[in-house]
């Protein structure tokens, strides 16, 4: 009997339907805008250099972080669940002459076809949305071959991220729309590094980021309270 499918359609259909402002860069997705130099720039450091590296960006919506990486020279698959997403990522690549290749797959399905295929592998703010985190990580070690990297965001779970992230994001400064996140579906760090050390990942390093309501500005920060990355490693 096949295990069920790891993803959540609600959580699909809630992206569908932004799907149309992805590139809108005041639109429903103007934080991912913003996030994106600071994440291009942390994955692009941490492997040593994206140009010429075989890379999949999982659950990667409309190609944003998937189209900056293949602009470094990264050779760029990017998977996703929600097909509305996938069709604006596919149109902007065009627009852009930027190449990646845009599969509707989950994680697992990926892995069970791809393993051992990629030199790095992307899964940003993507696990919060889905019903086993730990399990897109397991495939994200799948993917990848010896010696490749793995790079996770998401969001602790805790009273500040709660302030910030809805309280703040999505109700007060209205950056996001009211209801894009669960906060009981939010990743400590402990239980995402566990998830990793699970899988068989060695954890390499981590990174926060925080917003200034202020300047409206993002920046990296060592403290993982709220939005926080870590890069793991598959090793021999």
């Known amino acids: 009997m096949s295990q069920p499918l790891n993803f ?8 569908e339907k932004m799907a149309a402002s992805w590139w809108d860069p005041e639109g429903d997705f103007k934080p991912l805008h913003q996030l994106n130099p600071l994440r291009l720039n942390y994955i ?31 050779q760029v698959e990017g998977i996703d669940m929600g097909r509305e ?13 930027v190449q ?11 892995a069970a076809k791809s393993a051992g295929l990629y030199q790095v592998v992307t899964c940003m703010e993507m696990l919060e949305h889905v019903p086993e985190p730990a399990s897109v990580i397991s495939a994200c070690f799948d993917l990848l071959e010896e010696g490749g990297i793995a790079f996770f965001s998401t969001i602790n779970r ?3 991220s709660y302030i910030q992230t809805i309280v703040g994001a999505e109700y007060v400064l209205k950056l996001l729309p009211v209801g894009t996140h669960d906060h009981s579906k939010f990743i400590t760090p402990s239980e995402l590094i566990r998830y990793c050390d699970n899988a ?9 980021i925080q917003y200034n309501p202020i300047t409206k500005v993002f920046s990296y ?12 490693e598959k090793q021999g």
Do not use: W
């Open 158 to 160: 805790n009273a500040l």
């Open 8 to 15: 959540d359609p609600e959580e699909i259909s809630k992206f």
């Open 85 to 97: 997403p996938l069709e604006v990522a596919k149109l902007h690549a065009l627009e852009s002459q």
């Open 221 to 232: 920060t060592r403290k993982l309270d709220v939005n926080y990355m870590i890069c793991c």
């Open 100 to 110: 990646v290749d845009y599969q509707q797959m989950t994680a697992e399905e990926k």
């Open 44 to 74: 692009d450091r941490e492997c040593g250099g994206l140009f010429g590296k075989r890379t999949i960006d999982i659950g990667c919506g409309g190609g944003i972080l998937s189209e900056s990486m293949a602009r470094l020279g990264a």
């Open 200 to 208: 068989g990942f060695v954890t390499k390093g981590s990174m926060g």
